[in-house]
């Protein structure tokens, strides 16, 4: 009998987890979600300006609208976010699965590294396609791509991961795979950015916020000047658009922290 864990069993866990997100309705669920935010994210910025004093006046550039476009992906990194990862473990105990999978010689941090990239290869294509077909859409309409569309792409990547690490410490603190889901939205949709927008109107940088940092993803390709002469500088005031390093350091902190919990938790659970 092998021991647990290994680069062999770690292997076999992502294949399997890999092939159950294939068998199911979620790829396809996702791909119909990236098309909806992409034809919205394409079609909804000169709708934007329209509603802009300044915008009537301004041309859209390419920069501009791509950034507007490149604003949803953090949308779509967070839906694939919990498509893909927030019942990964309150489903093992949920639905049983887990008596079948537990009592084998592999261990809970083989399962949990297997799982979660499993989980983050399908995250990581949904939000590749969208900003793929942003980049697309941008060079059809102007006959160029910005250079800051593949930076802000990257940043989504690194944003999707870090939501997923959180969705995984969700499901493995809640018992329901349905309060897993909601509560993974009302974090990153409800609370974050209401504390962000507390924040930016005590004039203080929410450092602590993963919402706010993904907004590096649209500063990537317009920085902030170019929002004030569009009009839009109420929304630069209120988010204080993050630097380089504290976007890195606060993803980067969101999924040490969620991979901890997540582990801490799938470790320490029993199946009743």
């Known amino acids: 009998m092998s021991r647990p864990g290994g680069l062999s069993q770690g292997w076999a866990v992502f294949r399997y987890h890999l092939l159950m997100h294939a068998r199911s309705k979620r790829i396809p669920g996702g791909l119909a979600m990236v098309a909806l935010a992409a034809l919205l994210a394409l079609t909804l910025p000169p709708l934007a300006l329209r509603m ?16 507007l476009s490149l604003s949803f992906a953090s949308t779509v990194a967070l839906l ?38 499993a989980s983050l290869l ?7 396609l969208f900003c793929g077909a942003v980049a697309f859409g941008v060079r059809v309409r102007f006959g160029a791509v910005p250079q800051g569309v ?54 203080a940088r929410p450092l602590y916020s993963l919402s706010w940092a993904s907004n590096i993803i649209e ?35 969101y999924l040490a922290v969620g991979l901890s919990v997540a582990w801490a938790r799938f470790r320490s659970r029993e199946v009743k």
């Open 52 to 67: 802009s004093p300044a915008g009537l006046q301004r041309p859209l550039t390419p920069e501009t609208y791509a950034a």
């Open 219 to 253: 500063a990537s390709v317009v920085g902030g000047a170019e929002w004030e002469a569009l009009g839009l500088a109420a929304r630069r005031v209120l988010a204080r658009n993050p630097s380089p390093g504290q976007a890195a350091a606060i993803a980067a902190a």
């Open 122 to 128: 399908p995250t990581w294509s949904m939000v590749a």
């Open 150 to 203: 593949l930076a802000g792409g990257a940043w989504a990547l690194a944003v999707a991961g870090a939501e997923l690490a959180v969705a995984y410490a969700i499901s493995a603190l809640m018992a329901s795979s349905a309060v897993s889901v909601v509560a993974t939205l009302l974090l990153f949709m409800l609370f974050l950015p209401l504390l962000d927008l507390a924040a930016g109107l005590a004039g």
């Open 80 to 117: 694939s976010a919990v498509l893909f990862g927030s019942d990964a473990i309150s489903s093992e105990f949920e639905r049983g699965t887990g008596y079948l999978i537990l009592p084998y010689p592999v261990s809970r941090g083989t399962l949990l590294v297997g799982k979660f990239l």
